[in-house]
């Protein structure tokens, strides 16, 4: 199964690239496919591509979203 996650840009790089936010882990990703992102910007990434800006309140909504999901998946687990 693949995900991609809502991040936000942090640091523009050289190249076409970026740091990006992912859950306070920072890491790089392209932006070879997104025209206009600058820093504070939330993007939509996947394996190491920014795909898409995404609007920041569609952002908070799905990282909420997928916050919950991971505790509900967390409290079924065993102890």
Known sequence: MCLAVPARVVEL???????????????????????GVEVGDYVIVHVGYALNKLDPAEAERTLALLAEAGDAVAGALPA
């Open 13 to 35: 790089l050289d190249d076409d690239r970026a740091t990006v936010s992912l859950g306070g882990v920072k890491v790089a990703c392209s932006l070879a496919l997104v025209e």
